[in-house]
Each structure stands twice: as structure tokens, then as C-alpha cells.
């Protein structure tokens, strides 16, 4: 029998059949085309304006802009059967979870009638650019600059680690309009792809993720128009960037405890089927007692995580819990499924296994989003 996974306490009937359409589309879509996706180091273009034809992007954008006018439900929902399919390469969360909701808080309304519709569509797809090569967690030290020349901005620098950077139309950018102001020195602005002075570099070649589009992006005397600036004046960065966060990091826990059940499923699977000195390898007392702990991590995992999936519907979740979710949830997943890739022997080293590719997907939840250490920190300050 599977691991029992209980519908969430926020779902609804509506939000079920919704289910069943990402399931649809996620196994259609998504699951035939890893190990391509995985060669080529980036997902078919085509695949945006599919979703975007089906209504699974922008999903909780309001539908004045283009949106699915639905809730942070319905984002988790997609995320979730993403990870359960074993996606790695999609970067959908951060398209529709991240940069839609940045344009949606903080753009003026002429841009986000100018862009969000095209992000549902599959038109644009969004990253953000938040890491350099010389920054990682501390936003602060960012030494991209743009500099305001009359109704533009002159940006120049280089991010690097971009999800979505090979294919993205649009990039959220953080810079430094003042560098000598520390934090209150940090601006966003959208970026369009098409603006001259703006180039790609490397599609990263990574550990896992391997179908995902991570690239570095340059900025050589990039003239934005001033309108493009998110917030009514610069300098706002940094605490926008401090208030989306928190669902950044939520949506990072989302796709962990996902994620951790698949796991947990093929493993059960696996060693009720494969044979060891004449039974199957869950009948030893190891693999059941395993597997045990793992289903348990499973089940208080997705019990913090529809706690805090509902606070961030009611508009509760603050930066401590979602420095908690992301912390637990992704410490745990990194363990469960290194014990669940043990079970599988020799084969669980063959990345023809969907248990290897999840090892090796997973181990950058530690990390990207503020690493286990920076929630450590930002959860210690409350204390």
C-alpha cells in the first residue's frame, strides 16, 4: 500500500478537480520529456504557451491582469503534482509564484497591464535577478548598478544562477540605485530581454535540476525606462524583496514535502518488488523500519506545511514561520530520500532511477531561496 496522503486542510472540491488537470497536464507534458529536456539544459518554449493555453500559469493573478484570478491554493496545488511527477526542469514556480507576484505588489499599473497578461499566456516568461557572482544570501552587497539618466536607467553588472535566465523575456532585477545607502540603496526594476545591451551567458551545467534553465545574465549600459521601476520610488528593494520571501520560501517547502512523498512511494514500491536471499527486500527489518521514519517525517512535514499554506492564505505567514517551513521541510527531504536512494542498492546510483535524479534535484533546497544557516539566523532573531 502507498504512502496515505490525506487531502490538505485548505483544499476544496474545486481545487481537486484542479488537481486532477495538473496531474493531466504534468503527466502529459512534463514527464516523456526529462531526459531531453535534461540534454538540452532547458525546457521547450513551446511548453509555456501550452500551460499557458490549458490556464496554468499566473494562477493567482487577478483576472483584470490576465490571471486564473484563483489563490496561492491553486499555485500549490500545480507545484505539488509537478514534484510528484518527478519535474525538476518547469520553472514554473518562479515564473507564476515569484516574478508575476513582484509585478502584481509593486509595478505600476501600466505595467503590469503590459506584462502580466503575457506572463498567463506563456508570451513572457519572468526570472528574477537576485545572485551575483560575489553574492549569494546577502542581498545587501549586490553591486549591480543603474544609474538614472534622464526618463531611463543605465544598469550595468552580472547575475548569476538565474532560474529561467536561458529562456526568460523578463527578469526582475535588483540593483543598487544608491550604493552608498547599504539596504535602502537596493531598487528592482524589470528588465525586458530584447533591451539592447542585454546578453546571456552559460546555461549553468549542475549538480541536479539539470533541465532547468540556470544562466548567467549581463548588463552592459542597459537603458530601462524609469517607469520600469517597481515602487513609487527608489530604494524600496530590499523590503519587497523581504516581503515576498516569505511565499519564495513557502513555495520552496511546498515542492520538499512533494517531493519527500513521491520518494517515499517509489521506495515502497520498489522494495516490495525487488528480491533479496529469497524475499523481498521490505520484509527485512531495516527497509520497514526505514521506511517508517520516513513516512513519519512525511506526515509532520505536510502537517507544518498546510498550517503554514493556510496562514499564507489568511495573509499570516510571516518571516519567522516561513524561515521554520523551509528549514524543516528541506533538512528533511535531503535525509528521506538519501535513506529511500539506499534502498534501492546499486540502482538507486543509476540516474535512470527517479530516486537519483531526486537526490541530486533536491540537495539545492538547502540552499537557494537563504540557505538552512541564513533561516537558522533569521529564526534566532525572534527568540
Not at 21 to 30: D, N, P
Not at 182 to 192: D, F, H, K, R, T
Not at 371 to 381: A, D, F, L, V
Request: with cysteine; glycine share 10%; aromatic share 8%.
Amino acid at each position: 500500500m502507498p504512502l496515505q496522503i490525506q487531502r490538505s486542510s485548505w483544499s476544496n472540491d474545486d481545487l481537486e478537480d484542479f488537481r486532477d488537470l495538473a496531474r493531466t497536464f504534468c503527466q502529459k507534458e512534463l514527464v516523456p520529456n526529462q531526459e531531453r529536456w535534461a540534454a538540452a539544459k532547458q525546457v521547450d518554449r513551446g511548453l509555456w504557451t501550452k500551460a499557458g493555453e490549458v490556464g496554468l500559469l499566473a494562477l493567482s493573478i487577478p483576472e483584470e491582469y490576465g490571471g486564473g484570478g484563483g489563490t496561492f491554493a491553486h499555485e500549490t496545488v500545480l507545484y505539488e503534482e509537478q514534484a510528484r511527477c518527478g519535474d525538476s526542469a518547469w520553472g514554473v514556480t518562479v515564473h507564476s509564484g515569484i516574478v508575476a507576484h513582484y509585478l502584481l505588489a509593486y509595478g505600476s499599473e501600466e505595467l503590469k497591464q503590459r506584462m502580466l497578461p503575457k506572463f498567463a499566456t506563456g508570451e513572457f516568461v519572468g526570472a528574477i535577478g537576485m545572485t551575483e557572482p560575489g553574492t549569494g544570501s546577502d542581498l545587501q552587497g549586490i553591486k549591480t548598478r543603474a544609474v538614472r539618466d534622464g526618463d531611463h536607467y543605465v544598469i550595468n553588472g552580472a547575475k548569476t544562477f538565474i532560474t529561467n535566465g536561458g529562456l526568460a523575456d523578463v527578469i526582475v532585477l535588483a540593483v543598487k540605485t544608491d550604493p552608498d545607502a547599504g539596504a535602502q540603496g537596493v531598487s528592482l526594476i524589470a528588465v525586458e530581454a530584447d533591451t539592447p545591451g542585454f546578453r546571456r551567458g552559460r546555461v549553468l551545467d549542475k549538480l541536479g535540476l539539470k533541465g532547468q534553465d540556470t544562466a548567467e545574465l549581463f548588463f552592459d549600459d542597459v537603458r530601462v525606462p524609469v517607469g520600469n521601476l517597481l515602487g513609487d520610488a527608489e530604494g524600496q528593494g530590499f523590503v519587497q524583496m523581504m516581503q515576498q520571501l516569505p511565499q519564495e520560501r513557502l513555495l520552496i517547502a511546498i515542492t520538499a514535502v512533494a517531493g519527500m512523498e513521491a520518494a517515499i512511494n517509489q521506495t515502497i514500491e520498489y522494495t516490495k518488488d525487488r528480491q533479496a536471499f529469497g524475499r523481498p527486500v521490505f520484509s527485512f527489518q531495516n527497509t520497514k523500519f526505514k521506511l517508517a521514519e520516513a513516512a513519519t517525517e512525511a506526515a509532520v512535514a505536510r502537517a507544518f506545511l498546510d498550517q503554514c499554506v493556510e496562514r499564507h492564505l489568511r495573509g499570516e505567514l510571516d518571516i519567522q514561520g516561513a524561515a521554520m517551513v523551509k528549514l524543516w521541510t528541506t533538512e528533511r527531504v535531503n535525509r528521506v530520500v538519501d535513506d529511500c536512494l539506499q534502498l534501492f542498492g546499486g540502482y538507486g546510483y543509476m540516474t535512470e532511477y527517479p530516486i537519483a535524479r531526486a537526490w541530486a534535484d533536491i540537495r539545492i533546497s538547502r540552499i537557494f531561496g537563504g540557505t538552512s544557516e541564513i533561516m537558522k539566523e533569521i529564526i534566532s532573531r525572534t527568540l
